[in-house]
Each structure stands twice: as C-alpha cells, then as structure tokens.
C-alpha cells in the first residue's frame, strides 16, 4: 500500500504513551499500527532513522495563513508547504482573514483549499463575533458543524464582557471546543505598537502596557469560572498574565495557554533600530517576562508552543514603525528556535518539549492525534537534533519573508514531514 511505511532505527519519543526510545514505527493504511523492534518490512516503504529523532507530528494551533483576502501574503498552499518544511503535519488557521472566517462556508472553503494542498492537516478557528467587530456573536454552531475547531477573534480581543460571556456560554453547549481570545484591553492598549516602559519613552513610540493583556485574561477567567467553557489564552506574554494563568489552573480551570518562539527569545531592545521585523502584537517584553515565561514552561503552565506565524508584504514592513502591521513570519525555523530557547539552556528535556508540539496541543483542540497509538493517523515528524544550519529567508516555502530570525545559526533540522504514512517533506 502507498501509505504503508516502517521508519526504523529513530529515537521514538511518543509523549502521551510516555515512550522514549530507539525503535521501529510501523504505519499500515495511513494509521499508526505499531512502536516496536520486530515489524516485517517486506512490501513496505523503508526509511532508516539513525540517530535521528522520531516523534508524532508536530501541531501548530495559531497560524494566519491570510486566504481568503490576502493571498499575496500567503495562501492555504504556501502555508502548508511552509509548514510541511517546519515539521508540522497540523496546523489552526486563525479566522482574522478579509472577510473573516465567521460563517459555515469560509470553514469548508478553508479546509477544501488545504486538501487541494495537500501537504499539511489545516484545521481552522471561527470567529466568535460577526466581522470580528465584537458586537454580535457568529455563527458558531453552523462553524463548529462545518469542523471548526475553536472561536477567537485573534487580531482583536472581544472587548464587551457580556458579549464574551454570551459567547462561552453558547460555545458550552457544542460539548468539547474551545473559546480563544487574544487579550487586549483596547483603552488601555491604545494605539501603542511596543512595550511600554522605559525603552518606548526614549525611542518616541507609544507604549503597549502589559496591564492591557492581564485585565482581559483575569476578566475572562472570572467568566469561565461561571460557564466552566475550556478557555485559551493566545500568545501570553507578560510575567503577569503567567501569574493569573497559573493560579487558576489551581483552581482546576478549565484554562490553557499557549507561547510563542519570539517572547521566549526577543525582548523589546530588539526594537531600538525601529526594525518593523520586530514588531509584534503583543509586544516584545523585558527579560523578567521571558525569565517568567521559561519558568511557566518548566512547571507545566504553559500548555503549547505555537509561532503566530504572521506573514506580511515587505512593503508593508518597510513602512515606517507607526504604520507597519505587527507580525512575524517563521514558521520554518519555529521548531529550531524552541530548541534554542527551551532545550539549549536546558529549561525542559525533550519529551517535555514534544509533548508541548504535539498531544497537549492536540487536547486544547479535541482532535485525535498528536501521539503514536495504534489506529491514530500516521503523522511523523522526523528530525536531527545535532544539525546546525542558517535560517534564510530567502528560501521560505511562505510568501512572506518578515523574519527577524535570519541569518540566525541554530540547530534541530527537519528530515521528513509524514502525513497519514506519506511523505509531504523531505530536506533530500
């Protein structure tokens, strides 16, 4: 069969079955049929893993792939092919596209682009208010009938907090789906477009304050403990949000969150060139908050590790730093970069770091993947762990080349992409 396949000889890290070990993998019929040493490899596809790593594949939940509206940025097949060539057999579309995602139809249109892809999963957020304007809620169970995973208005924070509690309310009767917010406070954040603080005050540009994103994610805890609707916390950044976060998972919450490769490596002195590759919503920080965002990831706080793979125009990041749109393009390298910023300094060992990429993310979703069991699709990633190499941009499968990261060295090279027992990426 096409999509039979025995990779052997790998270190098998298999978090959720709590494996890690050299072994053979066997996938039969696109499924996972088994982690062992004494599979027949007769009629089956062969590839030698030796002294690489073997995992299941890794899952991105907060992507913009920009189709529908602003294909010249990235379509749902440059995406994939960017993401395929990132180690990542699945990835969230976020809804925030021209039109919105916000109705049935843009859902399956979504998805039927991305099996024309054909490279990667694409599972797709809907937004929870109509036109992401936070007014009226969507049309969330027709979305979620159509597959959507999840609802968020990402790019903007759902400001009216009887509109957020109507929302997890109604998103509560669908069973298992998750309501996602990235948390502003729009009158606090104004119009500012980095950290606020000291370093805003001597470049001349207007301060982002840390409070604007820990008052909507208290506010919101405040409503889930009331709906008890599982919550997701995008892009968290702030020493503080950490704290709120963390308290509330004590609380046995149903409350997650996610990080992303640029506020665990980049503070806001990045910013002091006013380079527009560095900036991003939120903001870049200080060390204090990178320092707590490690510690969170060390304790089992933070449950996923996610790029915000944001892509823009170069003409659009050539505009002056006011005017240019925030975002970061690297989901090539994202997987190379958490490596840098989590296993290099040895915050978290690499089990640690994989289950982050693949079943917890998996569990914020409710889908069914993200470990090696057996009838789970065969998704594989396949990497060396040893391999130095540069990130240029200048070969990103992305349309879009806003990488602050390029012409870093870092290490960790992606060798395979398998998708349902099929190779969708090879670095051959």
Known sequence: MANDLLIKNGRVIDPLNNVNKVADVLIRN?????????FNAN??????ATGKFVTPGLIDIHVHFREPGDEEEETIASG???????????????????????????VEYVHRMARQARKT?????????????????????LMRQAGAVGFTDDGSCVQNAAVMSRALKYASMFGDVVVSQHCEEASLAG???????YQSTILGLPGLDRLAEEMIIWRDIQLVKKTATPYHVQHVSTAGGIKIIREAKQQGLPVTCEVTPHHLLLTEQCVCDYDTNYKVNPPLRTEDDINALKQAVRDGIVDALASDHAPHLQSEKELEFLAAPFGIASLECAFALYIKALITPGVIDWPQLIAMMTCRPAGIIHINKGSMTAGVQGDVTIFDPNVEYIVDAAQFKSKSRNCPYNGWKVKGKIEYTIVQGEVRYSSE
């Open 30 to 38: 696109g499924v996972f049929a088994g982690v062992g040493d004494k």
């Open 43 to 48: 009629g089956v596809k062969v590839i030698d």
């Open 80 to 106: 994939s092919a960017a993401a395929v060539r990132g180690g990542f057999t699945s990835v969230v579309a976020m809804p925030n596209t021209d039109p919105p995602i916000d109705n049935a139809t843009s």
């Open 121 to 141: 999963h694409v599972y797709t957020m809907g937004a929870i208010t109509k036109n992401r304007a936070g007014e009226q809620l969507s049309e969330m169970g």
């Open 191 to 197: 119009k500012g477009v980095m950290n606020s603080g």
